[in-house]
C-alpha cells in the first residue's frame, strides 16, 4: 500500500522498494512512502491493528546492546526484519497488505500501480 501526495492510497505488487532521505520506505519509482505498521523498537513487537503509517527504517541510527541496525529483508507476509551488525534478526514493522474481492477490477494508474474502484470492491 503506497501513500499519494494527496492522502489517497495506490496499489503495487512490485515490491521493489528502497528507503529516502528520512529513513521510510518507498517505492523508488515513485518515491511514494510504503504504508504499514512500525514495530514498538523497545519491544520490536508489531501491533496486531492500527492505523497504517509511513514505515521507517532507520538503517545505521538504530542501535540495540552495541549492535547497530545494518539492513533489512521483507518477507513474503510484509515482515519487515532488521539485521544487526552482530547478526541478530529483530521484527522492524509489518508492510500493509491488501487483498481485493475482484483484483480483475483495479484500476490501472500505470506501471505497477493500481486504485481500488468500484470493480475491484473495498482493499480487504
Not at 505488487?13 to 512512502?33: E, K, N
Not at 504499514?36 to 538504530?62: K, R
Request: hydrophobic share 40%.
Amino acid at each position: 500500500i503506497l501513500k499519494e501526495d494527496s492522502g489517497g492510497r495506490l496499489y503495487t505488487r512490485d515490491g521493489t522498494f528502497s528507503l529516502d532521505a528520512q529513513d521510510r520506505l518507498v517505492d523508488p519509482a515513485t518515491g511514494m512512502a510504503v504504508q504499514g505498521l512500525n514495530a514498538d523498537l523497545a519491544t520490536f513487537t508489531v501491533p496486531g491493528v492500527g492505523t497504517l503509517q509511513d514505515l521507517v527504517i532507520p538503517v545505521g541510527d538504530l542501535v540495540v546492546g552495541g549492535a547497530t541496525l545494518t539492513g533489512f529483508s521483507v518477507g513474503a507476509d510484509g515482515t519487515i526484519t532488521g539485521i544487526f551488525s552482530d547478526s541478530t534478526l529483530r521484527t522492524l514493522g509489518r508492510v500493509g497488505l491488501a487483498r481485493f474481492s475482484n483484483p480483475d477490477g483495479l484500476e490501472h494508474r500505470g506501471g505497477p500501480l493500481f486504485r481500488a474502484g468500484t470493480n475491484s470492491g473495498p482493499a480487504l
